[in-house]
């Protein structure tokens, strides 16, 4: 049997560095225990996790956790899971949740391809959501994007019939590989019509990032697929 070679598959991320500043420590020791996921490659029971029924929101790469908490803290019935692999962004949102009591999110700090291969079990979710991934814009390191077909067929098969992938990009060239990506992903319907971007829904708060670009004249795309 060929073992395939672990550096040759995509990952969701590219690991830099970056250190945590003393505030973005303490809430990490402090809030990993109440509101961290350790990976362990066994099946989540969301009810179990949150302790409730609810509808189940995935995001993919929240960045320091701004738009994550805005979203769970708007929507206090639905339960949210995030993940993030740099220590700083898990750090500040934990920092978030704490400072602003808010119940209804749980974190993981690992690779998101090896959680949703072994954690996020098949039509559990009802929303995932991948929004500013890292663009790679230089074209030799467009192979390195995330949203590849590979990676969407596997985020189509966690979603729920009816639920719904939403991405963000603000990059045009990627937006434009993305819905090609999406079209073509077996199981999946543009929400607003073949070929056709979305408006930025009300529920993705703008962030910081988002401003900043408009304010230099950059466009973004919204992609809203569901599942059928």
């Known amino acids: 049997m060929t073992v395939p070679d672990d550096r040759q598959r995509i990952r969701s991320y590219v690991l830099r560095t970056g250190r945590m500043t003393p505030a973005q420590r303490r809430a990490y020791a402090e809030g990993w225990q109440r509101w961290g996921i350790e990976y362990d490659a066994n099946a989540l029971d969301f009810n179990t996790l949150f302790g409730r029924h609810g509808p189940c929101v995935l995001e993919i790469g929240f960045g320091m ?68 991934p890292d663009p790679w814009h230089k074209k030799r390191h467009n192979k390195r994007r995330l949203i590849q077909p590979e990676f969407v067929a596997q985020l189509v098969r966690k979603l729920r019939p009816g639920g719904t992938l939403h991405l963000a990009t603000d990059w045009e060239d990627y937006a434009q590989q993305m819905m090609l990506v999406l079209s073509g992903a077996e199981g999946l ?24 670009g408009e304010r230099l004249g950059h466009g973004v795309w919204d992609l809203v697929f569901s599942r059928n």
């Open 189 to 212: 319907s543009n929400t607003r019509g073949e070929g056709e971007f979305s408006p930025r829904p009300e529920q993705r708060p703008l962030t910081k990032f988002e401003l900043r």
């Open 65 to 132: 956790g701004q738009s994550l908490a805005e979203m769970a803290q708007a929507n206090p019935d639905a339960n949210f899971i995030g993940i993030e692999v740099h220590r700083p962004g898990v750090g500040r949102l934990l920092h978030t949740i704490a400072e602003r009591d808010i119940g209804n999110i749980r974190v993981y700090c690992h690779d998101a391809v090896e959680i949703l291969r072994d954690c996020i079990p098949d039509a559990a979710l009802d929303t995932v959501q991948v929004f500013f």
